[in-house]
């Protein structure tokens, strides 16, 4: 039973300084020695817990990307169409990496490393397959997967490419769009449309307000403050 109880511990301390190191840091740039010294563990425990860096990435991100979807809703609640929220969490998917360069290594990475790329894969899939199957009518579960991939890629490639005068974060955020909401067979019309809702929305300020929101909810589970 003690055993269970410290290794509960000890994970709970562990991606309690892995949240702060990689927000102070970025992901790359943290160490695993940094995150053995800040959680004060060894590197047997934790080597038992996640194995690796990349292993806490994935358990942040899963929790991450759940609470991220949720914060974002109640901006196109009122939408005529759940492509209104799809439209609206990848951009500000895309705003939250423009917020500081540690959230771009992060985010980043979490769509170049396999298995965190696959969680978010799989949660973009079901976003997808209920945002878009009116106008691909055809497709099964198989086929939004296989778009996902696709959408994803260029998702990490403008997340990637930080801003600058001329590639600010609304022209960014205007191509992805228009270029998947084409891929997802949206009519160039309604395209144009949820482009224009999403316009209105000031992005960098609603991805602060949705980073806040998943930490807060982040520290209920871990000591964020300490």
Do not use: W
């Not at 060894?42 to 038992?48: E, K, L, P, R, V």
């Not at 055809?138 to 939004?144: K, N, Q, S, Y």
């Not at 001329?166 to 909401?181: A, G, H, N, P, V």
């Not at 224009?196 to 000591?223: C, W």
């Amino acid at each position: 039973m003690a055993r269970r109880y410290d290794s509960k511990e000890a994970k709970r301390r562990i991606l309690t300084a892995c949240v702060r190191l990689f927000l102070e840091k970025g992901y790359t740039n943290t160490k695993v020695a940094e995150i053995l010294k800040e959680a004060d563990v060894s590197a047997g425990s934790f080597q038992n817990i996640f194995r690796t860096k990349d292993g806490v990435l994935t358990e942040l991100i899963g929790m991450m990307f759940s609470r991220q979807f949720g914060a974002v809703r109640p901006l196109a609640a009122n939408a005529p169409s759940p492509v209104y929220l799809y439209a609206v969490e990848t951009a500000l998917q895309l705003a939250v990496t423009e917020l500081s360069e540690n959230l771009r290594d992060i985010y980043v990475e979490a769509y170049t490393f396999p298995a965190t790329a696959e969680i978010i894969h799989r949660s973009t899939t079901a976003e997808l397959q209920a945002a878009f199957s009116a106008y691909l009518p055809g497709c099964a579960e198989c086929d939004f997967y296989e778009m996902e991939l696709g959408t994803a890629g260029m998702m990490r490639g403008y997340m990637a490419r930080r801003c600058d005068p001329y590639f600010t974060l609304e022209r960014k955020i205007r191509r992805f769009l228009s270029m998947s909401l084409s891929a997802l067979q949206v009519p160039a019309q309604e395209r144009e449309q949820v482009i224009a809702f999403v316009a209105e929305i000031d992005m960098l300020a609603q991805a602060r307000k949705v980073v806040d929101a998943v930490l807060a909810s982040l520290s209920v589970q871990f000591d964020l403050k300490g």
